[in-house]
Structure formats: structure tokens, C-alpha cells
Nanobody
Framework: VQLQAFGGGLVQAGGSLRLSCAAS????????MGWFRQAPGKEREFVGA?????????EYADTAKGRFTLSRDIAKNRLYLQMNSLKPEDTAIYYC????????????????WGQGTQVTVSS
């Protein structure tokens, strides 16, 4: 599966952004998709994940709960991350990822990765 993330940008604290991830290739083999982020000088961390089929259930990191929402459009092979009430600490490169086998917050569970999109939140 090939992934391309886009939709990042510069936003003021308290604002919103919606990230998108376009999937192509063997998307029928996808079990789950997720968003991760990496801030300068920090390790990549889990943001949220969604089961691609089977009802699209979701899981979120504590830092994302109540502010971020994952959704997907199976017909368009698109994954979305709606981010509201953004904070300066949300500034990072956001990556989408796909897993063929599991629904997990672990980086090692994901087989395919997009190139990332920069999100910058100003105070």
C-alpha cells in the first residue's frame, strides 16, 4: 500500500486542521490505519488508529482524546484526521500508516508509511 499524507499547515492555537491520507495499491489487504506524529527531537508517537473495515472502530492516544477524530472513506481509500482545539505541543510532522494484520498503537505493527505532513501550531 502506498500512502500520501497532506493537509498540514500553520494554524493558531485553538484552531483546527483536517489531515488526509490517500491510499493506493493493495488497499484491500489493509486491516487498520493510523496516524503518528514526530516533533523535533522527540520519538515518533501514536495519535490514533482505525479499523479499515469491521465498523471502523477507533483508538486514540490520551493526548488526542476529545480533540482529534479519525475517520475513513473506504470508497475513496482516504483516511482523515480532524484536529480541533490545537495546541502548540501538537506541532509535529504527522504520518499516516497502514497495517495488514493488526489494530495497534505500536509503530512496529504498521507495514506502510506515508511521507508525512507538517503541522505547526503557533501560540
Amino acid at each position: 500500500v502506498q500512502l500520501q499524507a497532506f493537509g498540514g499547515g500553520l494554524v493558531q492555537a485553538g484552531g483546527s486542521l483536517r489531515l488526509s491520507c490517500a491510499a493506493s495499491g493493495r488497499t484491500f489487504s489493509t486491516y487498520a490505519m493510523g496516524w503518528f506524529r514526530q516533533a523535533p527531537g522527540k520519538e515518533r508517537e501514536f495519535v490514533g488508529a482505525i479499523r479499515w473495515l469491521n465498523g471502523g472502530s477507533t483508538e486514540y492516544a490520551d493526548t488526542a482524546k476529545g480533540r482529534f477524530t479519525l475517520s475513513r472513506d473506504i470508497a475513496k481509500n482516504r483516511l482523515y484526521l480532524q484536529m480541533n482545539s490545537l495546541k502548540p505541543e501538537d506541532t509535529a510532522i504527522y504520518y499516516c500508516a497502514a497495517s495488514r494484520t493488526t489494530w495497534s498503537s505500536s509503530i512496529s505493527s504498521y507495514d506502510s508509511w506515508g511521507q508525512g505532513t507538517q503541522v505547526t501550531v503557533s501560540s
